[in-house]
């Protein structure tokens, strides 16, 4: 099956600070990637979609200013989580679409568990 | 507008018990797709089952099994002699068949099976 990665599967950083969590279809061209966000004890939020070539197009609610996205290539896409703050502290699941027996499957990532302090 | 509803927010059972986790979903598409995936503690979604509108029968994989009812919007699952290993959060999602394709998750199933 098509295998998704994250890159880090778990970071710490400091308030005000930038971080960068990279997803990658490895076996796969994905023109279209997921980041979704998932608080403790809570359901997988979509924060955006992320068009290969072109802007990404952000949920209601959320601040594309502070959650860069960019899809440079059919196989990566990058969220960037600008000047932190522990209220980012969340596990950021990216999910990469491809299509499949003439509809679109998405397939999930391991996720990145951001921690801000 | 689509919605999916687990009114279970946890479930603990013995081990050896069978365990119905339900969903409910509510969509204008004719044709969508229904998913069960399992979060266990690590975090990673695993992928159980993908069902689409047209396909009504019920499925059965192992010790897992699935019903379908289009009539109720249901798409219950079941866990039949449930393990420690069973434990998990459990998610049901529904996903549009037009726009972005996106995906619309429940709010999750925590089950805890004790041995």
């Known amino acids: 099956g098509a295998v998704v990665s994250q890159h880090p599967s778990r970071v710490i950083c400091k308030s005000g600070t930038s971080v960068k969590i990279e997803c990658r279809s490895l076996?796969?061209?994905?023109?279209?990637m997921f980041w979704y966000r998932q608080f403790p004890k809570q359901s997988l939020m979509l924060m955006a979609t992320?068009?290969?070539?072109?802007?990404?197009?952000?949920e209601q609610g959320v601040e594309k200013d502070k959650f860069l996205i960019n899809h440079a290539s059919l196989t990566l896409s990058t969220l960037t989580v600008t000047s932190a703050h522990p209220e980012d502290s969340s596990f950021y699941i990216c999910?990469?679409?491809?299509?499949?027996?003439?509809?679109?499957?998405?397939?999930f990532g391991p996720g990145t568990r951001l921690t801000v302090t | 507008a689509q919605k999916v509803t687990q009114a279970q927010t946890e479930i603990s059972v013995v081990e050896k018990e069978d365990v119905t986790l339900d969903c409910v979903y509510e969509?204008?598409?004719?044709?969508?797709?229904l998913f069960w995936y399992k979060q266990p503690p690590s975090g990673e979604l695993v992928f159980l089952i993908r069902r689409n509108s047209f396909d009504e029968q019920n499925e059965i994989s192992g010790r897992y099994s699935w019903n379908f009812q289009k009539s109720t919007s249901s798409f219950n699952f079941t866990i039949t002699a449930s393990q420690v290993v069973d434990s998990a959060v459990y998610f049901c999602?529904?996903?549009?068949?037009?726009?972005?394709?996106?995906?619309?998750f429940g709010t999750g199933t925590r089950l805890k099976v004790l041995a």
């Open positions: 076996d796969f061209q994905a023109t279209t």
């Open positions: 992320s068009n290969e070539g072109s802007k990404a197009t952000y």
């Open positions: 969509t204008r598409d004719t044709t969508y797709y």
């Open positions: 999602a529904l996903k549009e068949t037009s726009g972005t394709y996106k995906y619309i």
């Open positions: 999910s990469a679409r491809v299509q499949f027996r003439g509809t679109y499957e998405q397939y």
